[in-house]
């Protein structure tokens, strides 16, 4: 594992309307090729964590550092460069656009950045192979099943090959044999080096694919721990 | 094909109803536009056009022959300012009766019509030809009338037959056939009928005059040279006069009234068009919040969502535009033809630069309206479009639907009027979009209605003329002749109020019938038919 800190988070609070923080006073480094899951309960603040790396979300204080690079400092047109550029998203609800084929919704990022089509298209080729969608690539998402969505969310996440993959409850809409089929990407996706911080309740996933593990409890990080690869 | 352009694709073809309704919001907004753009455009100038063409007269002046000759009429045109002269030619008020059915074995309608009916009495002007100098005549239809017992009809009168038919004219007693070969327009409104010198002796008027027409050095001073030709001719001499600029207000009346109905539709056909794209596009953009999180997500910047929408409406208002510039187009050829029938100089086509116009500025008042309602799309936070369906949002119009929950009213029908209030803006335009439509089917119902053009058909088969005692008055309302009177015409001049007219209770005083406020326009006196008349 390299040593190179790729997200920094120093006294981070984010605070919305009157009542507690959501995030309070956090600071966090995650470093690259790391797999880090964060836990806690709902309404802790782990999609407000990360959110804020993912620069969808802006801190009330503190700052957030994404390899080199003030994120809660961008505007919003440069956050979306951001994402474009350095960070895929997966979404509990896979969140891909209906109206576009599966091959479609893969290959948006990649021509969002003005990439050359050949290489789009192998790139996208490859994912969808590699993923075991291939088949699906002319069909709409919405004759796919959840697990299947899933991995043409991952697909479509990993096209610009982002230094940062961010799962927000990856495996929260599956069922058991879905959920156990993105845990096994997940955990080869690190395993080739990808970095990825995943939200999740589920402590088999976190267990199967993180090299570490943080707590989230009431806006303020609880326990931080690593797990080894024998625990995993 | 870009990440823009494949989003704006998916996002025109999947949301075909919002294409569609856009598409013909369009379509109806460049339509009444180029309908009521090229017809206001028709409507500038067309008098000048036509009267240059023409060689319009700028003073018409009616004599008294009993006391200027013919030699002393030649003479006027030397008088100071003035340019030009025609005349002198003959002029009678006819009395005309529109055509009778004749079934076999009936007599002559001449026969049939009682000596003491009235008809229509309209200007007639002995003139051998339409003319070369002042007054060009334009010949429409049919040749000009070449002996006595033909007539050509002016295109502006109320009177239509074809050419050919035979019509009864002249004073009881004296009636005579005559039959229309040909229709003419002269758009100084010098008289409603021509036929020869002869022929409008033979039709025995029961007035005659002399009628001079000059065209000035300076259009602007009709009354100088009124006044000159006045002076030149012996006292008494000039029984009325009649300028252009009088002539020409008369014509533009009427279609002067219609500018404000052409804009007043164009504008509300353009108010239309702009509350349905943004009523549309707002609705777009409220009900995918979700897919503008995750374009956000994906990276698309604010300015690229904003654009992605706006061309999701840009595409079918583009093709909306066409369609409404091919039926426009269409459609504004009949309506031009009637601008075209009564100035003889309006194209039939709407002016290219119109179109262009028209289309450049729908397709701008779309774009802005689509980037006004898509603006909201831009300023979404993308984590609060993703958030959408997750976590409740506090929303307007919470007031609204607590007091509708407690109308005595089923469920669903409550939580249905308290939707407006939660979208104030989108319900505003929404209700301001639904009356203007309305006030648009209002306003035009009632033109349609009241326009003369649009009332029914004479439903008796009777002519116009009545009976002594039953003669209608100057005030009486005016019946419909059979299907012959097809336009709304100024009267033809007429003698003293006893000879009643239809279509008209009662001539426009003008500025040269001073004494008489529902004067006909010529102020002549009865004198034996005869005279020159030469063009």
């Known amino acids: 594992m390299t040593t190179e800190p790729l997200i920094a988070l120093q006294h981070v609070t984010r605070r919305y309307d009157s009542g507690p ?24 603040g782990k999609s407000t964590l990360l959110n804020l790396v993912a620069g969808l979300d802006k801190p009330t204080e503190g700052t957030v550092t994404v390899g080199g690079t ?20 997966v979404f509990q609800f896979f969140n891909l656009l209906d109206d576009l084929t599966v091959f479609d919704n893969v290959v948006l ?20 192979t590699a993923l ?7 069909a709409y998402p919405g004759r796919l099943s959840g697990g299947e969505r899933q991995r043409v969310a991952v697909a479509r996440s990993l096209m610009n090959r982002p230094a940062l993959l961010l799962a927000d409850e990856p495996t929260g809409a599956l069922d058991t044999a879905s959920g156990a089929e993105v845990r096994r990407l997940l955990t080869g996706l690190h395993a080739d080096g990808q970095t990825i911080v995943l939200v999740t309740h589920d402590r088999t996933l976190a267990a199967e694919c993180a090299t570490r593990t943080i707590e989230v409890v009431d806006g303020r990080i609880a326990t931080d721990t690593a797990v080894s690869a024998a625990t995993r | 094909m870009s990440a823009l352009s494949r989003v704006v694709r998916s996002g025109v073809q999947r949301r075909w109803v919002q294409t569609v309704v856009i598409t013909l919001a369009t379509a109806a907004a460049v339509t009444a536009g180029l309908l009521g753009a090229g017809l206001l455009v028709a409507s500038n100038a067309p008098f000048d056009h036509a009267f240059a063409a023409q060689h319009g007269a700028h003073l018409t002046v009616l004599t008294d022959p009993a006391k200027a000759t013919t030699a002393q009429l030649t003479a006027t045109s030397d008088t100071d300012g003035i340019a030009e002269a025609a005349g002198p030619f003959g002029v009678g008020q006819v009395m005309m009766f529109p055509p009778m059915p004749t079934p076999p074995g009936a007599p002559p309608a001449t026969d049939r019509i009682p000596e003491d009916a009235r008809g229509p009495v309209i200007r007639v002007a002995a003139r051998t030809g339409p003319g070369t100098g002042v007054d060009r ?10 002996k006595p017992g033909e007539i050509v009809l002016g295109s502006g009168s109320r009177f239509r037959a074809p050419v050919g038919t035979t019509l009864t004219m002249g004073p009881a007693g004296a009636r005579t056939d005559v039959t229309i070969v040909g229709f003419a327009r002269s758009v100084s409104d010098t008289a409603d009928a021509w036929t020869t010198p002869a022929g409008l002796t033979a039709l025995k008027p029961p007035s005659l005059g002399y009628q001079m027409l000059y065209r000035l050095d300076d259009p602007g001073a009709v009354t100088d040279a009124r006044d ?55 609705g777009a953009v409220g009900s995918t919040t979700r897919r503008i999180g995750i374009l956000k997500g994906l990276g698309f910047t604010p300015a690229q969502v904003v654009r992605a929408y706006v061309a999701q409406a840009l595409v079918p ?55 006004a309602a898509a603006g909201r799309a831009g300023r979404l936070k993308a984590v609060d479009a993703l958030a959408v369906g997750r976590t409740p949002a506090a929303r307007r119009g919470q007031y609204a639907a607590r007091v509708a929950a407690r109308l005595p009213l089923p469920r669903p029908v409550s939580m249905g009027l308290a939707r407006p209030f939660s979208a104030p803006a989108r319900a505003t335009a929404m209700v301001v979009a639904v009356a203007f439509g309305a006030a648009s089917v209002t306003l035009a119902s009632g033109l349609a209605t009241r326009s003369p053009a649009s009332r029914s058909p004479p439903t008796t088969p009777a002519p116009t003329w009545s009976s002594t005692g039953s003669a209608r008055s100057p005030a009486d309302p005016p019946k419909r002749a059979p299907s012959t009177w097809t336009r709304r015409r100024s009267p033809p001049c007429s003698t003293p109020s006893r000879v009643p007219r239809t279509g008209r209770a009662s001539p426009r005083p003008t500025p040269s019938c001073p004494a008489s406020a529902a004067a006909p326009r010529w102020c002549g006196t009865p004198r034996t038919p005869g005279g020159p008349g030469t063009s």
């Open chain 2, 317 to 371: 208002a583009t093709i909306g535009a066409v369609l409404g510039l091919v039926a426009g187009n269409l459609i504004a050829v009949p309506l031009l033809a009637d601008a075209q029938d009564l100035y003889g100089t309006v194209s039939l086509t709407i002016a290219p630069w119109v179109d262009v116009v028209v289309l450049t500025g729908v397709l701008l008042v779309v774009t802005v309206t689509a980037a």
């Open chain 1, 21 to 44: 923080p959501a995030l309070d006073d956090v600071s966090l480094t995650v470093r690259t090729g790391e797999a880090v899951a964060i836990l806690g309960p709902s309404g802790s």
């Open chain 1, 109 to 128: 990022p990649a021509q969002l950045a003005g990439n050359a089509r050949g290489e789009t298209t192998r790139r996208a080729t490859e994912l969808l």
């Open chain 1, 70 to 89: 003030r994120v809660d400092t961008l505007s919003e047109a440069a956050s979306a460069r951001y994402r474009r550029a350095r960070v895929g998203l």
């Open chain 2, 137 to 146: 005549i334009t010949l429409l239809e049919g040749r000009w009338a070449s």
């Open chain 1, 132 to 138: 075991g969608i291939d088949r699906h690539a002319r």
């Open chain 2, 228 to 282: 000159a030709v006045t002076a030149a001719l012996p006292g008494g001499a000039v029984a009325a006069t009649q300028n252009w600029i009088a002539v020409k207000k008369e014509a533009n009346t009427r279609t002067s009234l219609f500018v404000p109905f052409l804009l007043g539709f164009g504008g509300l056909s353009l108010l239309l068009s702009v509350l349905v794209v943004g009523t549309v596009v707002a």
